[in-house]
């Protein structure tokens, strides 16, 4: 895994309003307050509203400017927000094309993004299954899906998941074009197909050898997703992720996690059009709770990352006392005499 995309997280989820934004928003805010350094991205090209959520009418500066190189670096996009340590970089939604950007702006894109200085980079994506919004949430390796109970969002969360996985699968088998169209078939919900899951599409790939095979499950099973429930307003609604979960294991093979839970919150409703600045005061309401919970064990996680990226940095540094279990080789190619005091037993 690269190190440098690790701390990039995508909240996808398929449906509108189902609280991406509001996820993004109160998650960083609670990584902040817990000492990371978090930057949100908008990259809901289509209908930006990030900033809005924080108390900004009108942004200074948009993805739209680095897109069409107005400015060169990204972080010049990076904006302050009225939480410590949780910045912004603003969406673009009235640029004609921005959208859709091409391959090589998405390309720089993604460069820029992960050489930002952050503990943690959120990226709020649109809803829908462009492209675009799949190849964000692709990108990031830790990916969270936002259902709340409705039926239509479980459905759109249920699409967005299978679009990323056959999405993947594209790219990676792109060079077979026999099996693209197999994949294809496979991510069509036609009435009659007979390939339409991945078991199915597993049996179809023996055809190219067991190399495709092993392929495909490494693809299925490297693709982590968390289901994050939203608007949660009893315990029966906690169901909708045995749902989601069955369905993904089912037809597309995949292990979704449960990760977490946010209560449907009257109070933080309501705050949110009188952009009274409640939401970015963090005072004490349910699903801020609930997403301080979220964010405390992401931040456990992160101070274990790093104890781990840490020891094994300080053991490329200092080999143990007994030496490496390889010898190192000298430039010439032989390996370095050993120190008597290490080399010799008493
Ligand atoms: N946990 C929640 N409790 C109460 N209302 C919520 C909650 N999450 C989201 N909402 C409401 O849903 C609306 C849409 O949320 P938003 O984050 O804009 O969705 P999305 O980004 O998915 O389109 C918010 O304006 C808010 O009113
Ligand atoms: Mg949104």
Redesign the pocket.
């Known amino acids: 895994m690269d190190d440098v995309k690790n701390k990039m997280w995508a909240v996808g989820?398929g449906?509108?309003?189902?609280?991406?934004?509001?996820?993004?928003?109160l998650l960083g805010a609670s990584l902040a307050r817990l000492g990371r350094k978090v930057i949100m991205i908008d990259a809901?090209l289509g209908?930006s509203?990030l900033h809005t959520?924080t108390g900004m009418r009108y942004p200074e500066y948009t993805l739209a400017d680095f897109i069409s190189r107005k400015v060169e670096t990204i972080d010049q996009l990076v904006v302050d927000t009225p939480v410590n340590n949780l910045q912004l970089i603003c969406g673009a939604d009235d640029i004609l094309g921005v959208a859709n950007p091409k391959f090589t702006q998405k390309t720089r894109l993604f460069t820029h993004l992960k050489r930002l200085e952050a503990d943690v980079i959120l990226l709020?994506l649109g809803?829908g299954n462009s492209f675009t919004t799949i190849d964000f949430f692709l990108y990031a390796p830790n990916k969270i899906v936002?259902v709340?109970p409705q039926i239509t969002s479980i459905q759109n969360a249920y699409g967005f998941i299978k679009s990323s996985l056959y999405r993947l699968l594209s790219q990676t088998f792109s060079k077979n074009t026999e099996a693209v169209e197999l994949i294809k078939r496979a991510s069509y919900s036609v009435q009659g197909e007979t390939i339409d899951s991945i078991a199915k599409l597993y049996e179809a790939f023996k055809a190219f050898g067991e190399e495709y095979q092993e392929k495909l499950l490494t693809v299925v099973s490297g693709l982590n997703i968390k289901l994050l429930i939203?608007?949660v307003r009893d315990n029966k609604e906690k169901n909708v992720s045995d749902i989601i979960r069955s369905v993904a294991k089912n037809y597309l093979g995949l292990d979704i996690e449960q990760f977490g839970i946010?209560?449907?919150?009257?109070v933080?409703?309501a705050s949110?059009?009188k952009m009274s600045g409640f939401l970015m005061d963090g005072k004490q309401c349910?699903?801020n709770m609930?997403f301080y919970d979220i964010a405390y064990r992401i931040n456990k996680d992160l101070a274990r990352q790093a104890e781990l990226l840490g020891a094994i940095a300080h053991e490329k540094e200092e080999p143990s006392p007994v030496g490496p279990s390889v010898a190192p080789l000298t430039p010439s190619g032989t390996s370095p005499a050993m120190t008597p005091s290490l080399g010799s037993a008493p």
Do not use: E
């Not at 946010?262 to 009257?266: A, E, H, K, L, P």
């Open positions: 989820g449906k509108g309003g189902v609280g991406k934004s509001l996820v993004t928003l809901d209908g509203n959520f709020d809803a936002v709340t939203n608007m946010v209560q449907y919150d009257n933080l409703n949110i059009n349910v699903a609930n």
